[in-house]
């Protein structure tokens, strides 16, 4: 969709769709209310701005439905749809990776109290191994910093998918 048809939508519809890029209430009412947009760019501005203000309390709301990395979501929304493909690398993830993946998981929630997060696209299960080993080492603070980070990496890769760059028409 362009700019104008996001900015278009009604508020309802708009946080619904932001809502799937990020689950956090008050980042989607911030980004909804700060329509309209004249750029993807702005779009993506305020977004960045409002993320960098996200607690362990937003982290935690946020993936509360999140399935866990190489546990395939179920169902047809396009929440489920999206982590499916973002997922895809898990799917030639070598036996051995993928359960050494499924321990690490389960090592995280006990240490961290929520599901490993990380951005899956563009990563191999041997990259997302090694870096939910590496995190295990990280302290609560710095992990909340962390997967925050990942969680606006996913919500900007979905942002882009799903508004184009044109500007809005001046008129």
Same mark, same amino acid.
């Given at each position: 969709m362009r700019i104008g048809d996001f900015n278009a939508l009604d508020e309802g519809e708009a946080r619904d #769709?932001?809502? #799937?890029? *990020?689950?956090?209430?008050r980042w989607v009412s911030a980004v909804v209310g700060g329509r309209p947009y004249p750029t993807r760019e702005a779009l993506e501005e305020t977004? *960045?701005?409002? %993320?960098? /203000?996200?607690? %362990?309390a937003? #982290?935690?709301q946020a993936l509360a439905q999140h399935p866990r990395i190489g546990e395939r979501a179920t169902g047809d929304d396009p929440s489920a749809t999206a982590s499916r493909r973002e997922q895809a690398a898990m799917t030639d993830a070598a036996s051995d990776v993928a359960q050494r993946i499924? /321990?690490?998981? /389960?090592?995280y929630e006990a240490r961290f109290g929520r599901v490993f997060l990380i951005r899956a696209r563009g990563r191999s299960a041997e990259e997302m191994l090694a870096e939910l080993e590496r995190r295990l080492a990280n302290t609560p603070?710095?992990?909340? *910093?962390?997967a925050a980070a990942q969680l606006y990496e996913i919500a900007l890769l979905r942002l882009r998918e799903t508004v184009t760059t044109d500007r809005v028409a001046a008129g």
């Open positions: #769709l932001v809502s #799937l890029w *990020a689950a956090i209430p977004a *960045a701005a409002e %993320a960098a /203000t996200w607690d %362990a937003d #982290l935690d499924a /321990t690490g998981n /389960t090592r603070e710095s992990e909340v *910093a962390e």
